[in-house]
């Protein structure tokens, strides 16, 4: 598979992992560009006989830990969001609504580990199954179904049981 190739068949994926993560869209556009200048710089010295998934989103991890590293992340609501969703029609108390929204989803998420986070993240932002993560951290599939179990209950308990 050629850097091209790997490109289009795996952007949308690094994409929507990177904006679970990330509420700011520039921020996240500026990070998947990061991810893939990576992955080019090292792609010649890439095994083609291993597995790519994991290799990309080992990257993909390691940008966004590098990221929070840099920076003191502050959850609130971002202009951005607003002015998209007044471009694309949307009403400004619905948007409003959907950045208080993300806000207190962030908000939450923030009161996860890191690890939960990104099993969190991997299962809904990826849509792998707990043995494609299992596979992908080292993790056990059990230990996997578990931790995103207990995630799940801390986010519910945070946001009450109708938003999750």
Do not use: H
Not at 11 to 31: T, W
Not at 41 to 67: C, H, M, S
Not at 127 to 149: C, H, K, M, W, Y
């Amino acid at each position: 598979m050629g850097f091209e190739e790997l490109y289009d068949k795996y952007f949308r994926r690094v994409y929507n992992y990177i904006r679970y993560r990330v509420l700011a869209r520039d921020a996240a556009d500026d990070l998947v560009s990061a991810v893939f200048e990576k992955v080019l710089d090292k792609f010649d010295a890439f095994d083609q006989g291993k597995p790519v998934e994991p290799w990309l989103f080992a990257i993909a991890r390691n940008t966004l830990n590098d990221y929070y590293r840099r920076r003191a992340v502050r959850v609130g609501l971002s202009l951005d969001g607003f002015e998209e969703s007044i471009a694309s029609g949307e009403s400004v108390e619905r948007a409003a609504e959907r950045g208080e929204e993300n806000a207190q989803l962030l908000a939450a998420m923030s009161g996860l580990s890191e690890a939960e986070r990104e099993l969190v993240a991997m299962k809904y932002a990826l849509d792998l199954s707990a043995r494609e993560i299992a596979a992908q951290t080292g993790l056990t599939e059990s230990n996997v179904g578990v931790t995103l179990f207990r995630a799940m209950k801390k986010l519910r308990d945070r946001l009450g049981p109708e938003v999750i």
